[in-house]
Protein backbone atom coordinates (compact mmCIF):
# COMPACT_ATOMS: atom_id res chain seq x y z
CA UNK A 1 0.00 0.00 0.00
CA UNK A 2 2.97 2.25 0.87
CA UNK A 3 4.26 1.34 -2.30
CA UNK A 4 1.49 2.03 -4.37
CA UNK A 5 1.47 5.82 -2.83
CA UNK A 6 4.92 6.24 -3.20
CA UNK A 7 4.90 5.06 -7.06
CA UNK A 8 1.71 7.24 -8.13
CA UNK A 9 3.43 10.10 -5.68
CA UNK A 10 6.56 10.01 -8.00
CA UNK A 11 4.18 10.20 -11.10
CA UNK A 12 1.97 13.10 -10.14
CA UNK A 13 5.44 14.75 -9.58
CA UNK A 14 6.24 14.48 -13.60
CA UNK A 15 2.28 14.88 -14.48
CA UNK A 16 1.95 17.76 -17.38
CA UNK A 17 -1.58 16.80 -17.48
CA UNK A 18 -3.21 19.88 -16.88
CA UNK A 19 -1.73 23.57 -17.44
CA UNK A 20 -0.75 23.95 -14.01
CA UNK A 21 2.23 22.35 -14.67
CA UNK A 22 3.86 24.91 -16.07
CA UNK A 23 3.94 27.49 -13.25
CA UNK A 24 4.55 24.66 -10.12
CA UNK A 25 7.96 24.83 -7.99
CA UNK A 26 6.69 21.40 -6.58
CA UNK A 27 3.60 18.84 -7.45
CA UNK A 28 1.82 18.36 -3.89
CA UNK A 29 0.76 14.57 -3.96
CA UNK A 30 -0.47 14.70 -0.40
CA UNK A 31 0.91 12.60 2.81
CA UNK A 32 0.32 10.84 6.03
CA UNK A 33 -0.05 7.36 7.37
CA UNK A 34 -0.97 4.64 4.57
CA UNK A 35 -2.86 2.55 6.88
CA UNK A 36 -5.35 5.89 7.61
CA UNK A 37 -8.51 5.46 8.46
CA UNK A 38 -9.28 9.15 7.54
CA UNK A 39 -8.52 10.97 4.48
CA UNK A 40 -8.71 14.97 4.32
CA UNK A 41 -9.35 16.31 0.72
CA UNK A 42 -8.60 20.44 0.35
CA UNK A 43 -8.94 22.50 -3.06
CA UNK A 44 -5.20 22.87 -3.78
CA UNK A 45 -2.41 23.40 -2.98
CA UNK A 46 -1.07 27.19 -1.89
CA UNK A 47 2.15 28.97 -2.29
CA UNK A 48 3.98 27.16 0.92
CA UNK A 49 2.63 24.01 -0.43
CA UNK A 50 3.96 24.47 -3.61
CA UNK A 51 7.20 25.81 -1.89
CA UNK A 52 7.89 22.27 0.12
CA UNK A 53 5.58 19.73 -1.76
CA UNK A 54 3.38 18.78 1.23
CA UNK A 55 0.19 19.61 1.89
CA UNK A 56 -1.32 22.15 4.19
CA UNK A 57 1.97 23.63 5.72
CA UNK A 58 0.94 27.24 5.45
CA UNK A 59 -1.12 29.21 8.08
CA UNK A 60 -4.53 26.76 7.22
CA UNK A 61 -2.08 23.89 7.78
CA UNK A 62 -1.34 24.98 11.05
CA UNK A 63 -5.14 25.68 11.80
CA UNK A 64 -5.94 21.61 10.61
CA UNK A 65 -2.79 20.84 12.92
CA UNK A 66 -4.48 22.23 15.83
CA UNK A 67 -8.02 21.04 15.07
CA UNK A 68 -6.47 17.83 14.75
CA UNK A 69 -5.26 18.07 18.16
CA UNK A 70 -8.42 19.33 19.79
CA UNK A 71 -10.17 16.03 18.06
CA UNK A 72 -6.77 13.99 20.02
CA UNK A 73 -5.53 13.19 16.46
CA UNK A 74 -2.40 13.81 14.48
CA UNK A 75 -1.30 13.82 10.82
CA UNK A 76 0.55 10.94 11.17
CA UNK A 77 -2.70 8.78 11.63
CA UNK A 78 -4.58 10.60 8.69
CA UNK A 79 -3.83 11.13 4.95
CA UNK A 80 -4.07 14.83 3.23
CA UNK A 81 -4.47 15.40 -0.05
CA UNK A 82 -6.19 17.98 -2.63
CA UNK A 83 -8.61 17.77 -5.63
CA UNK A 84 -5.87 19.39 -7.39
CA UNK A 85 -2.10 18.67 -7.00
CA UNK A 86 -0.46 21.55 -8.33
CA UNK A 87 -0.76 25.32 -7.18
CA UNK A 88 -2.98 27.10 -9.11
CA UNK A 89 -1.68 30.66 -10.18
CA UNK A 90 -2.43 33.19 -7.71
CA UNK A 91 -4.23 30.83 -5.12
CA UNK A 92 -7.48 31.26 -7.94
CA UNK A 93 -9.96 28.52 -7.93
CA UNK A 94 -9.20 24.92 -9.67
CA UNK A 95 -10.87 24.61 -13.37
CA UNK A 96 -13.21 22.53 -13.92
CA UNK A 97 -10.86 20.90 -16.58
CA UNK A 98 -7.82 20.88 -14.32
CA UNK A 99 -9.82 19.00 -11.48
CA UNK A 100 -10.93 16.34 -14.51
CA UNK A 101 -7.52 16.36 -15.68
CA UNK A 102 -6.09 15.28 -11.59
CA UNK A 103 -9.19 13.28 -10.66
CA UNK A 104 -6.91 9.81 -12.25
CA UNK A 105 -4.66 10.50 -8.95
CA UNK A 106 -7.15 11.22 -6.45
CA UNK A 107 -9.54 8.60 -7.34
CA UNK A 108 -6.28 6.17 -6.95
CA UNK A 109 -5.22 7.71 -3.66
CA UNK A 110 -9.09 6.72 -2.57
CA UNK A 111 -8.72 2.99 -4.14
CA UNK A 112 -5.57 2.82 -2.88
CA UNK A 113 -6.19 4.00 0.76
CA UNK A 114 -9.78 2.91 1.39
CA UNK A 115 -10.32 5.31 4.10
CA UNK A 116 -13.56 4.99 6.45
CA UNK A 117 -14.23 8.39 6.41
CA UNK A 118 -13.25 11.00 3.75
CA UNK A 119 -13.35 14.52 5.28
CA UNK A 120 -13.95 17.15 1.98
CA UNK A 121 -12.23 20.42 3.21
CA UNK A 122 -14.56 23.26 1.20
CA UNK A 123 -17.17 23.38 -2.09
CA UNK A 124 -14.99 22.03 -4.52
CA UNK A 125 -13.93 18.66 -2.49
CA UNK A 126 -17.91 18.62 -1.77
CA UNK A 127 -18.67 18.82 -5.29
CA UNK A 128 -16.48 15.52 -6.12
CA UNK A 129 -19.02 13.68 -4.05
CA UNK A 130 -22.15 15.81 -3.92
CA UNK A 131 -22.31 18.30 -6.56
CA UNK A 132 -25.61 19.40 -6.08
CA UNK A 133 -25.33 20.26 -2.49
CA UNK A 134 -23.70 23.16 -0.68
CA UNK A 135 -21.18 23.38 1.96
CA UNK A 136 -23.34 25.77 4.34
CA UNK A 137 -26.41 23.49 4.34
CA UNK A 138 -23.78 19.87 4.61
CA UNK A 139 -21.19 20.97 6.73
CA UNK A 140 -21.15 18.38 9.97
CA UNK A 141 -23.37 15.90 8.63
CA UNK A 142 -22.15 12.68 7.56
CA UNK A 143 -23.04 11.24 4.24
CA UNK A 144 -23.01 7.73 3.19
CA UNK A 145 -20.89 7.53 -0.27
CA UNK A 146 -20.26 3.85 -2.15
CA UNK A 147 -18.60 2.15 0.93
CA UNK A 148 -17.43 5.23 2.55
CA UNK A 149 -18.32 8.27 4.77
CA UNK A 150 -18.12 11.60 3.48
CA UNK A 151 -18.07 14.36 6.06
CA UNK A 152 -18.08 17.75 5.12
CA UNK A 153 -16.01 20.60 7.04
CA UNK A 154 -15.10 24.42 6.33
CA UNK A 155 -12.06 24.55 4.17
CA UNK A 156 -9.87 25.53 7.07
CA UNK A 157 -8.66 28.84 4.81
CA UNK A 158 -12.66 30.18 4.59
CA UNK A 159 -12.03 30.64 8.37
CA UNK A 160 -8.72 32.41 8.04
CA UNK A 161 -10.52 35.05 5.98
CA UNK A 162 -13.86 34.90 7.83
CA UNK A 163 -13.05 34.27 11.60
CA UNK A 164 -16.80 33.75 12.18
CA UNK A 165 -16.72 30.46 10.46
CA UNK A 166 -13.93 29.12 12.77
CA UNK A 167 -16.12 28.39 15.75
CA UNK A 168 -18.10 25.54 12.64
CA UNK A 169 -14.94 23.68 12.00
CA UNK A 170 -14.14 23.52 16.05
CA UNK A 171 -17.08 22.19 16.23
CA UNK A 172 -17.42 19.96 13.31
CA UNK A 173 -14.06 18.27 14.02
CA UNK A 174 -15.05 17.36 17.44
CA UNK A 175 -17.43 14.92 15.45
CA UNK A 176 -15.00 12.78 14.06
CA UNK A 177 -13.63 10.66 16.26
CA UNK A 178 -17.33 9.48 17.36
CA UNK A 179 -17.96 9.01 13.38
CA UNK A 180 -14.98 6.79 13.17
CA UNK A 181 -16.03 4.76 15.96
CA UNK A 182 -19.29 4.01 14.57
CA UNK A 183 -18.20 3.98 11.01
CA UNK A 184 -18.60 0.22 9.28
CA UNK A 185 -14.77 -1.94 9.74
CA UNK A 186 -13.51 -1.45 6.24
CA UNK A 187 -12.20 -4.06 3.60
CA UNK A 188 -8.74 -3.48 4.59
CA UNK A 189 -10.21 -3.73 8.60
CA UNK A 190 -12.06 -6.82 8.40
CA UNK A 191 -10.42 -9.85 10.69
CA UNK A 192 -8.71 -12.32 8.17
CA UNK A 193 -9.91 -15.84 8.26
CA UNK A 194 -8.05 -17.89 10.91
CA UNK A 195 -6.13 -20.94 9.36
CA UNK A 196 -6.84 -23.84 10.62
CA UNK A 197 -3.72 -26.08 11.24
CA UNK A 198 -3.31 -29.12 9.18
CA UNK A 199 -3.03 -31.50 12.56
S1 LIG B 1 -2.79 19.47 -11.33
FE1 LIG B 1 -2.86 17.24 -11.51
S2 LIG B 1 -3.31 16.85 -13.69
FE2 LIG B 1 -2.56 18.97 -13.50
S3 LIG B 1 -0.36 18.82 -13.88
FE3 LIG B 1 -0.68 18.74 -11.63
S4 LIG B 1 -0.76 16.54 -11.18
FE4 LIG B 1 -1.07 16.74 -13.41
Known sequence: ???????????????KDCPLSRNRTHAVPGDGSSS????????????YEDQQGR???????????????????SRGEVFITNMVKCRPPENRDPMPGE?????????????????????ALGRHSLAK?????????????????????????????????????????EEDIKGLPLLLKEAPL?????PQPQQLPMF
Open 36 to 47: ARIMFIGEAPGF
Open 129 to 169: FFPQESISKLRGKPRQWNDTIIYPMFHPAAALHNQGLRHYL
Open 1 to 15: MEEELKTLAQRISVC
Open 186 to 190: GEKEQ
Open 99 to 119: VEACRQYLDKQIQILKPRVIV
Open 55 to 73: PFVGPAGKFLDELLSSAGM
